[in-house]
């Protein structure tokens, strides 16, 4: 789902409000989790799961192309755990799916 199915799906659920009301606030949520986790902070969503921030260390890599080796910087890159609802939901939405392809098969 891209960010526009997503706005058009929650106007398509709320028709009361207007598409622009729509966008605006899935755009304030994600500017409020990218603002938190570039503060260093954690999000946590209930149900759905938690944003936080893994450190790379510095590392030699190799370019692909001539093989040379080149200095990668740390870094910092965020990372999504689902929450064990959305996980249960998820695994039993696939288990029907899976079951249904082979009673077909």
Same mark, same amino acid.
């Given at each position: ?13 709320? #028709?009361?409000?207007? @598409?622009?009301?729509?966008?605006? @606030? +899935?755009?304030?949520?994600?500017? $409020?989790? @990218?603002?938190?986790?570039?503060? =260093?902070?954690?999000? /946590? ?6 944003? $936080?921030?893994? !450190? ?7 370019? %692909? ?7 990668? %910087?740390?870094?910092? +890159?965020? !990372?999504?755990?689902? =929450?064990? /609802?959305?996980?249960?939901? +998820? #695994?039993?939405? !696939?288990?029907?799916? +899976? /079951?249904? =392809?082979?009673?077909?098969?």
């Amino acid at each position: 789902m891209t960010k526009s199915e997503l706005i058009a799906r929650l106007n398509e659920k709320f #028709n009361k409000f207007v @598409s622009l009301d729509c966008q605006e @606030s +899935v755009a304030a949520i994600l500017d $409020s989790i @990218s603002q938190s986790l570039s503060n =260093g902070s954690r999000v /946590e969503i209930r149900g759905f799961g938690s944003f $936080s921030l893994n !450190h790379r260390p510095p590392r030699l890599g190799r370019n %692909p192309k001539t093989g040379q080796r080149v200095d990668v %910087p740390e870094k910092y +890159v965020p !990372h999504f755990r689902a =929450g064990k /609802e959305l996980r249960a939901r +998820v #695994n039993s939405l !696939h288990k029907g799916a +899976v /079951e249904a =392809g082979n009673s077909l098969g």
